[in-house]
């Protein structure tokens, strides 16, 4: 399958971006699509053949899963890639525009349960959350 792409600006400088981007005490703040998840812990090993660890559940206690890779590149400031657990391989650009805007780039492959703009949204919502955490704090 066509890895699915999606991007989003961020007005922040890449160092930013890249910190909160890949610290778990950030990552918990903004990694779920709504308000409705939360991500109570993460763990993150950030170097090739590091491994990353995020919980992501529902508040209500519905329904929760642990989203898990380990890392294949990592230039800091730049590039992260990886493969999740089910061998499907993510890689994140961090594209510095001038000194206080960033790009973030994400092509993952899709898996085959959920629709591929499904999918999309659910990265996109991820993503939008950590543009918006990024700039406001």
Known sequence: MEPIKID???LAPVDKVWEYYNKPEHITRWN?????WHCPSSENDLRVGGLFKTR???KDGSFGFDFEGIYDEVI???RI???ITDGRKVAVVFD?????????IINFEPEKQN???MQREGWY???NNFHKYVENH
């Open 96 to 104: 510095q525009i001038d000194g206080s805007t960033t790009k973030v």
């Open 76 to 78: 800091p400031n730049e």
């Open 56 to 58: 992501m559940e529902a």
């Open 8 to 10: 989003i600006t961020i």
């Open 81 to 83: 890639e990886y493969h």
């Open 115 to 117: 629709s591929v703009e």
């Open 125 to 127: 919502a991820i993503l």
């Open 32 to 36: 779920f699509a709504n308000e409705t």
